[in-house]
Each structure stands twice: as C-alpha cells, then as structure tokens.
C-alpha cells in the first residue's frame, strides 16, 4: 500500500519561502494524482494545491496562487510544494493526499477523501 510521508516544514518569517516534499513508499506516484492540503488550529482542512498524474494539470486555491508552485518528479516517487512569499495566516499543518482515477480538481476539493492514501503531515509556522 502506498504511504505518503511529509517533510520541509518549519518556522520561517513571513516574505520567506519554504519548500515541501511529499516522499512515497511502498509503490509508485505513478498514474496518481497528488495534492496538498492544510489545516489550521480550530479550522477545517482545505485543499491547497494539486497535480494530475503527468503533472499537465494543476490545481491551486485561490489565497496561494501567485505564491505556492506543485510539481512532480516521478523518477524520484516525489511531489513538491514551494511556498514563497509565505503570510501567517499560511501556518498550518499540510499533509499530502494521494487518489487514482480522479482529477486534480476533485481531489482538492475532497479534503477529508476516504478513497486517498494520506500522509502525517508536515508542520509550517509563518511568524516574525
């Protein structure tokens, strides 16, 4: 079964970057679409930002385009998330999603999807 494992996060001033990874094992990222999603103490999750299988097709929340960039790198089993430009109200935990047979859109917009392999998390402060 594929498991998904969050790393990059951590405590950056607001104007600095970050750069997520989304690291998979036990079976390829290939043929899946992966997104990234985050949750902030006493709110709900949302989907942030997600890429198709071949990485054509992007999906992006409204409050980071501009900002956040996905991208997918299948040699490595590795999805990506860089966030420049970062604001507080950007802290959050994000996590990693992954789901066949779908599309980026749909799967952004399932923050809670039973269907996807989910990762712990990885924790971005944002705070001067």
């Known amino acids: 079964q594929l498991q998904l494992v969050e790393s990059g996060g951590g405590l950056v001033q607001p104007g600095g970057s970050l750069r997520l990874s989304c690291a998979a094992s036990?079976?390829?990222?290939?043929?899946?679409?992966v997104g990234w999603f985050r949750q902030a103490p006493g709110k709900e999750r949302e989907g942030v930002s997600c890429?198709?299988?071949?990485?054509?097709?992007?999906y992006y929340a409204d409050s980071v385009k501009g900002r956040f960039t996905i991208s997918r790198d299948n040699a490595k089993n590795t999805v990506y998330l860089q966030m420049n430009t970062l604001k507080p109200e950007d802290t959050a935990n994000y996590y990693c999603a992954s789901r066949r047979y779908t599309l980026a859109l749909t799967l952004c917009g399932s923050p809670y999807s039973a269907n996807a392999a989910w990762g712990r998390g990885t924790l971005v402060t944002v705070s001067s």
């Open positions: 890429i198709s299988s071949s990485g054509f097709n992007t």
């Open positions: 036990g079976g390829t990222l290939d043929g899946y679409v």
